[in-house]
């Protein structure tokens, strides 16, 4: 998209951040927990931009929204998964059907 926040014509980065007026924005209440004036608002709301995402990261968050996977640690995919009683993460592949321990499994069952 933007290597910015404020690049973005539609983001509610130039009110929140830079202080433009913009009649569809309204104050959450997160934001206005950011701090007691304006200007410390605004420049909390900066410090959050403050560093970028790993590409990791963003490999992540992609391939979460594109699957429809939860993100997160374990502990948080493993409680959202007995919440709703469904998968939450993808099944794993299955191995390597060429390798020996594979083999000698497959003669098992």
């Known amino acids: 998209m933007v290597d910015e926040p ?8 130039h009110a929140n951040a830079l202080g433009a007026d913009d009649l569809l924005i309204t104050m959450h209440v997160l934001y206005s927990d950011l701090g007691q004036t304006v200007e410390q608002r605004l420049v909390n709301y900066r410090g959050l931009f403050g560093h970028h995402i790993s590409v990791k990261q963003i490999e992540s968050i992609r391939d979460a929204t594109n699957k429809s996977w939860v993100l997160g640690n374990d502990f948080f995919k493993q409680k959202i998964e007995n919440e709703l009683g469904i998968r939450v993460t993808p099944k794993s592949k299955g191995g390597d059907r060429r390798s020996a321990l594979y083999k000698k499994q497959d003669k098992i069952n």
């Open 6 to 13: 404020a690049k973005y014509p539609w983001s509610s980065y």
